[in-house]
């Protein structure tokens, strides 16, 4: 059954989200290997902010990838660089 499953940007939080819970480590990977990669456009989609507040574990999970496959693109707020205070004149 692994192998019917079409991974869409819309069905992808779902998949992934299935497969975790069910054990299934191919279709997991799968859905997780398509989330990193086509991210703009899973986020574009309507049930990604709901997804991201019902399953922050799982939101996790993606985020740390990305940063494990792109850390060079990826920073969080603690390892930003401050922003240069404003001048007077500004």
Do not use: W
Request: with cysteine; aromatic share 8%; charged share 25%.
């Amino acid at each position: 059954c692994e192998s019917m499953v079409r991974i869409t940007p819309g069905n992808c939080l779902d998949v992934f989200r299935v497969a975790d819970l069910y054990s299934s480590p191919r279709l997991r990977h799968s859905a997780l290997s398509f989330a990193v990669r086509h991210l703009g456009r899973v986020a574009a989609q309507p049930n990604y902010l709901p997804f991201a507040e019902a399953h922050p574990d799982l939101m996790r999970v993606i985020f740390d990838k990305i940063k494990a496959t792109s850390p060079h693109t990826y920073s969080t707020v603690e390892e930003a660089e401050p922003e240069p205070p404003l001048s007077e004149e500004e």
